[in-house]
């Protein structure tokens, strides 16, 4: 499944873990302020926002994510989920 996310100014993504359906979550960052800040056993990690630029993640590794402050304007991402089934193909 891939898609376009807009986050309105103002919305604050709050922490959580990816669904465990999914096997894999990529997102690329379009437009923007505010990056995704990780939780891991190394501690905290922020990926700034930057056009172009993203992340993949494997959900199995459960690290809690989300945004640290809200958005102050439209931020728009390009969002993949892909699952064990959509791989093997």
């Given at each position: 499944q891939v898609r376009v996310w807009r986050d309105a100014?103002?919305?604050?993504?709050p922490f959580h873990e990816?669904?465990?359906q999914a096997?894999?979550?990529i997102q690329t960052y379009i437009y923007g302020d505010i990056g995704?800040?990780?939780y891991?056993?190394?501690g905290r990690t922020t990926?700034?926002?930057h056009p172009n630029t993203g992340y993949i993640t494997?959900?199995?590794k459960r690290y809690p994510h989300g945004?640290?402050?809200?958005?102050t304007v439209d931020r728009y991402s390009l969002y993949a989920t892909f699952n064990q089934k959509t791989l093997a193909i």
């Open positions: 100014p103002g919305f604050m993504i990816d669904d465990q096997t894999v979550h995704t800040t990780w891991t056993p190394y990926l700034p926002f494997e959900c199995s945004t640290l402050v809200p958005t």
